[in-house]
């Protein structure tokens, strides 16, 4: 792990228009260890940052440029599944710049490693010391994060022992910016529906990490997500049989997060707008005869994603944890 807890790093953003890149612009401009060098895109090269993200207006002059600069220590690939993939086989990244990917293309061991490049699944909460000592992330899924993180205290222990059914509901910007019949506002608008039943891309990478800490776990994940009509967060029930008691079950969760910044434990009722625009992870834990039933809730793009990548940029940098990603959630 490189230590640079009291001098700034250059970071470069590869897809900066779109949702994810802009979230990240959003934190980095703030964040006191990071100075952006450049922003690619190449559908807006030339034009101000806030000319396409209107509310960083007054924020920064940057604008989106066309090149890339290898003069940085850390990049951002913003973009599509399949094209962070394409992108390093066209260009020639070299080895001593940290590649942080938002995409899913790096994610499952078997497709972890591009050239002479080597990624590690980034999800703090599951191998904190795995990413410090690593040189390029894969960061997690948005339905993933929130899944596992709602799971991964069962399977530290070997208490996924039964069939695990899971709903959940995400926001309209976890499809992407490309217009869609499913996101259009008036589509999308007082109306909810179903995707992916039980074939999600998610899954693969919520399995690997459940049998990383529960080597038996071969129970079936029943996972039904849902499109929501509102832009930002993800919902999720998670339940299944356990000889747990409910306090067991909340001390083994408290347990498990004690270490961890972002993600909190309650036995009290929670709900999406006190994680929206946060790095957070609530998750509340109650045992409902023999189900226990675990509700999981984040932010799609922050913790989901770009919030959750800086994240993964500090803990490779040696920065405090937090840095950057003190965020304060609407409430209301």
């Known amino acids: 792990m490189t230590e640079l807890t009291s001098n700034k790093i250059k970071a470069g953003i590869i897809g900066g228009a779109g949702y994810t890149g802009g979230e990240m612009l959003r934190i980095l401009v703030n964040h006191p260890n990071v100075d952006i060098t450049f922003v690619n895109s190449k559908s807006n090269t030339g034009n101000y940052i806030y000319e396409v993200h209107t509310d960083l207006f007054g924020d920064t002059d940057l604008k989106f ?156 994940l029943n996972f039904v997500p849902y499109r929501g009509d509102y832009t930002r967060g993800i919902i999720a029930s998670i339940y299944l049989d356990t000889d747990l008691s409910g306090d067991e079950a909340f001390k083994l969760y408290d347990d498990y997060y004690a270490r961890h910044p972002f993600t909190h434990v309650t036995k009290r009722n929670i709900d999406l707008k006190q994680v929206v625009n946060t790095n957070k992870c609530f998750i509340q834990v109650q045992k409902l005869g023999k189900k226990l ?20 940029m500090n803990l490779l940098f040696g920065f405090d944890e937090t840095a950057g990603l003190k965020l304060k959630a609407t409430g209301f």
């Open 65 to 220: 440029s066309g090149d890339i600069s290898h003069d940085i220590d850390v990049l951002f690939l913003c973009v599509g599944h399949g094209d962070a993939k394409k992108f390093l086989a066209e260009n020639e990244i070299p080895d001593n710049i940290k590649i942080i990917d938002l995409s899913q293309d790096f994610r499952l061991s078997p497709n972890a490693k591009i050239n002479t490049k080597n990624f590690v699944y980034g999800l703090p909460e599951l191998q904190r010391e795995a990413i410090k000592s690593a040189q390029n992330i894969a960061n997690p899924g948005c339905f993933a994060t929130c899944l596992q993180l709602g799971l991964l205290p069962l399977a530290a222990s070997n208490n996924l022992n039964s069939e695990v059914h899971i709903t959940a509901t995400t926001g309209s910007t976890g499809a992407g910016q490309s217009p869609s019949a499913t996101t259009h506002f008036t589509w999308r608008n007082d109306n909810l529906s179903i995707y992916k039943a039980f074939d999600h891309q998610h899954l693969g990478e919520i399995g690997q990490s459940l049998n990383q800490l529960q080597p038996n776990f071969g129970q079936t």
């Open 293 to 312: 039933l675990i509700t999981s809730i984040i932010d799609n793009l922050t913790k989901g994603a770009s919030g959750q990548a800086v994240q993964n």
